[in-house]
């Protein structure tokens, strides 16, 4: 029953910045994995950034590590995605998603039970 919504999705410049964010809701889970995906026109959705439930442990896509930071708010219920230096690669559909219960994996989408219905990005040059 855990619903996910992400917002802050936008159009902006290259090298600009924007700020994610992912409201869950409903009954909540001890020891998960949250993490951001992508998806592009015509490609798979690849993994982008997980956190752990304590919040300091983090994962990056190599495509990403340096520019977006993943952070969490468990009083408030919220993820975000810091994103920086965007580059014009980095337009997709950006999907928060929640696990169930802990895992040893956060890269791959059968890691998690719960997702959001997206937000776009759009990067112009």
């Known amino acids: 029953q855990v619903q996910l919504v992400e917002s802050g999705g936008g159009l902006v410049q290259a090298g600009g910045s924007l700020r994610l964010s992912c409201a869950a809701s409903?009954?909540?889970?001890?020891?998960?994995?949250m993490g951001w995906f992508r998806q592009a026109p015509g490609k798979e959705r690849q993994f982008v950034a997980a956190i752990r439930f304590n919040g300091f442990t983090t994962y990056y896509a190599d495509s990403v590590k340096g520019r977006f930071t993943i952070s969490r708010d468990n009083a408030k219920n919220t993820l975000y995605l810091q994103m920086n230096s965007l580059k014009p690669e980095d337009a997709a559909v950006y999907y928060c998603?929640?696990?169930?219960?802990?895992?040893?994996?956060?890269?791959?989408?059968?890691?998690?039970?719960?997702w959001g219905q997206g937000t776009q990005v759009t990067v112009s040059s």
């Open positions: 998603a929640q696990s169930r219960a802990y895992r040893a994996t956060w890269s791959r989408t059968d890691d998690y039970d719960y």
């Open positions: 409903g009954r909540t889970f001890s020891n998960i994995n």
